[in-house]
């Protein structure tokens, strides 16, 4: 069939033949194409015209896969969206946040007029959204993971077995399954392997400051780890890795093998095609519009600032602000709570683990403000100096800014004894958790931190995107900073009236795609499951450290007690930049250099180490390749420089 160019008009068709038989000629032009329409559309094998349709069902686009199981055909628009309330609305109350303002500041009242989503059917899947459009009704498709009663996304497309089901059926089946599922050693195994390494000479007794001490190679330590439900499905990376394309991606002719995740990580399909969806169907400034798209931006951008405080345990989205990353969000803290609240004799407190974003700030406002800037010591091993740090804290102490995980050693930091402590003397505290969202539950409530940021892209988000938290009552005593669209309620040339946190914080046009695509990468994660991520990186942390203990004339940095999956080394004969560029050449991806966090590497007597960082989407064949090639580097390697 040959498909004109154009609609002959009536006319048209009366010059060449007159109508098809069984239309009525001399039809004006429009209804002759809604009547064209309609009959081409209830000749679709879709099924019968809808009644409420003039022209029958609409074509239904292709289907596109969503990662983890979800299906879903290309997404229309969210109908009965509300529209954003009128501009005429003037908010009298500047304080109050944007709970009592939802027309200057964030329109609640968009979230409210969504109808709630019904629990799903019976026989559907548990903890499945009731919509295949998972990320439509932004604040509330997925439940809360602190809700006890929802069910725990642990794989792709699976739930949480019920009782009396196989997951129950044989308790040794679940002997370190989160390992077994995909080829890791299992428990019995594991200390086989860690035996070895010391010929059966190791003490359970805590590693001295003057060796190495890792917590796994300790049989008391690892007896603390806690052990994986007996209800929880193994978790499949092969299954995962499909859901990012860029793992497909070949570099010198191998494929590529990415160890640089502490540095950013990649994005799964759900997150590419959630910011896709967003360009396509919502883009638009938000909050203060009477049209559609404005209302569906809104929702979307609301929606994942919710998204983020259920998953860090915040009290309220209240407490969440959008900012570019963690950089941005601790200058931000600095140069507004900062400016406020230190002054000149004051101390600010941070540890020698920290990235650089975490110290210049506050070595600006020192010399700002005259105030000192005090420094935790590490031990040997890479972690902080308790004792030390107690030391330090006296009633000038007014901030103490930490980070959870060394981006550097791969430390874990007692942050929730720090935070009590600094608390106790009277001062504030701010965790710097870029390196932990990603690889442990986080629970700022639980830890009491005063302010806690992260960056997007460290959790498979987009880059330019992260946020910080602050506790209501310390926001609210917060002054703007900086000045512009969307943070004021009122302004005159002769005063302007700031919004509530966290309106107030939040000046311009926000990063508004890359915030609904962290709320993506949230959603993600948590339908895998933070606990089921921990665990494998933890198994697959050991067993990259006993393969890399076992390259001659290899020096791994940082064996703190508690470690995250960071492996810091140097390699005797090769700078770092020339085990780098070796790696580069087998399609390995790893970061060298001083991984902006120079004075911890100087505390041991380095400017530079490689540093291969994982995350859960690698696996152990990864590891037997990068230590392949260091094994073959060391082989040949040359005199000690």
């Known amino acids: 069939m040959t498909i004109p160019h154009s609609i002959p008009t009536s006319e048209g068709l009366a010059a060449i033949g007159g109508p098809p038989p069984g239309l009525p000629g001399g039809l004006p032009e429009e209804a002759l194409l809604s009547r064209l329409a309609g009959e081409f559309f209830a000749l679709l094998p879709s099924g019968a015209p809808d009644a409420q349709l003039p022209f029958g069902p609409p074509p239904q686009p292709p289907q596109t896969e969503i990662a983890l199981g979800n299906r879903a055909p ?16 003037v908010d009298a109350a500047p304080l109050a946040g944007r709970a009592a303002n939802p027309v200057l500041g964030v329109p609640e009242a968009h979230a409210a007029a969504l109808p709630p989503l019904a629990p799903p059917p019976a026989a559907t899947v548990p903890g499945a959204p009731s919509t295949p459009y998972y990320f439509l009704g932004e604040a509330s498709a997925w439940p809360s993971q602190a809700d006890p009663g929802a069910p725990e996304h642990i ?22 399954i989160t390992a077994r599922s995909f080829g890791l050693p299992g428990e019995a195994e594991l200390a086989r392997l860690l035996g070895d390494l010391d010929r059966g000479q190791r003490s359970p007794s805590p590693a001295s400051n003057s060796g190495p001490g890792f917590y796994f190679l300790d049989p008391a330590v690892e007896q603390q780890v806690p052990a994986v439900p007996a209800a929880r499905a193994p978790f499949d990376v092969h299954a995962v890795r499909k859901d990012f394309p860029i793992l497909q991606e070949r570099v010198n002719g191998k494929q590529l093998i990415w160890f640089d995740n502490a540095a950013t ?12 969806y967003f360009y396509e169907h919502e883009n638009s400034n938000i909050h203060r519009a009477a049209h559609e798209l404005a209302a569906r931006a809104t929702d979307a951008y609301e929606g994942a600032r919710s998204k983020v405080a259920r998953f860090i345990g915040a009290a309220s989205p209240e407490e969440i602000v959008f900012v570019r990353g963690t950089t941005e969000g601790i200058n931000l803290i600095a140069k507004t709570w900062g400016v406020q609240n230190v002054g000149e004799g004051d101390e600010i407190i941070v540890s020698h683990l920290e990235h650089h974003a975490n110290i210049v700030p506050w070595q600006q406002l020192a010399a700002t403000k005259g105030a000192k800037l005090r420094v935790i010591p590490v031990d040997d091993s890479g972690q902080v100096k308790l004792d030390e740090y107690a030391r330090l804290l006296n009633p000038r102490t007014r901030i103490v800014s930490v980070t959870q995980v060394s ?22 505290a701010l965790v710097d958790g870029a390196q932990s969202v990603s690889h442990v539950r986080v629970d700022v409530r639980d830890i009491d931190a005063d302010f806690f940021v992260f960056s997007g892209h460290k959790v498979f988000a987009p880059t330019g995107i992260g946020a910080v938290y602050g506790k209501r009552e310390v926001l609210e005593d917060m002054p703007p900073w900086q000045g512009g669209g969307n943070m004021i309620a009122d302004v005159t040339f002769e005063k302007t009236i700031y919004h ?35 665990r494998y ?27 995250a999956s960071v492996l810091s080394f140097v390699l005797n004969g090769y700078t770092t930049e020339e ?63």
Do not use: W
């Open 265 to 276: 990580t990649h994005k799964p399909r759900a997150v590419i095609d959630r910011l896709a």
């Open 74 to 89: 290309a997404l229309a628009p969210l109908p009965g969206t509300p529209h954003a309330a009128p501009d005429e609305a």
């Open 537 to 563: 990186e933890h198994d697959l942390l050991v067993y990259a450290t006993h393969g890399l203990l076992g390259v001659p004339g290899l020096r791994l940095i940082g064996t703190a007690a508690d470690k």
């Open 155 to 176: 794989g792709p497309g699976r739930a949480s077995p019920a009782p009396g089901t196989l997951a129950h059926a044989n308790p040794a089946q679940e002997d370190r």
């Open 407 to 428: 981006n550097a050693l791969g430390t874990v930091v007692p942050v929730k004894q720090i935070v009590a402590m600094a608390h106790a003397a009277g001062a504030r």
């Open 579 to 641: 085990v780098g560029r070796a790696l580069n050449e087998e399609g390995i991806a790893v970061r060298s250099g001083h991984h902006c966090a120079q004075p911890i590497l100087r505390r041991f007597g380095l400017e530079a180490t490689v540093r291969p960082s994982l995350a859960f989407y690698n696996t152990c064949e990864e590891v037997d390749t990068l230590v392949a090639v260091l094994k073959r580097l060391a082989s040949g390697r040359r005199s000690v420089r």
């Open 500 to 534: 509530g946190p966290p309106t107030r914080f939040e000046a311009g046009t926000g990063n508004i795609a890359d915030a609904v695509g962290l709320g993506a990468a949230i959603d993600y994660v948590e339908r895998i499951g933070i606990d089921n991520i921990a």
